[in-house]
Nanobody, 123 residues
């Protein structure tokens, strides 16, 4: 499975971006999907996750109320809507497909990674 992420860019603080991640095919285990991010010199951290059927989703406390994850299972695509962006949101954002149908906040549970898409928020 290949994950192709897009939608990153440069935006001013308070602005919005929408990331997309398309999977090359549906995985045999109906994986949960999610987003992680990694800023220079920092560890990769969980941003948002959504279960296979989309009925359960969650975001990290640092982005709660500003970011929202959604998916179109028929199109094997997951989205991350990012509003009210802050300079501290600047990072490379990675799409993830989990080992199982339920997401977790641990990168250890991720089976497939997409390439990073850079998000830069200027003050």
């Amino acid at each position: 499975v290949q994950l192709q992420a897009s939608g990153g860019g440069l935006v001013q603080a308070g602005g919005s971006l929408r990331l997309s991640c398309a999977a090359s095919r549906r995985t045999s285990s109906n994986n949960a999907m999610g987003w992680f991010r990694q800023a220079p010199g920092k560890e990769r951290e969980f941003v948002a996750g959504i279960n296979w059927r989309g009925g359960d989703a969650d975001t990290a406390d640092s982005v709660k109320g500003r970011f929202a994850i959604s998916r179109d299972s028929a199109k094997n695509t997951v989205f991350l809507q990012m509003n009210s962006l802050k300079p501290e949101d600047t990072a490379a954002y990675y799409c993830a497909a989990y080992l199982r149908s339920h997401f977790s906040r641990s990168a250890v549970d991720v089976r497939y990674w997409g390439q990073g898409t850079q998000v830069t928020v200027s003050s």
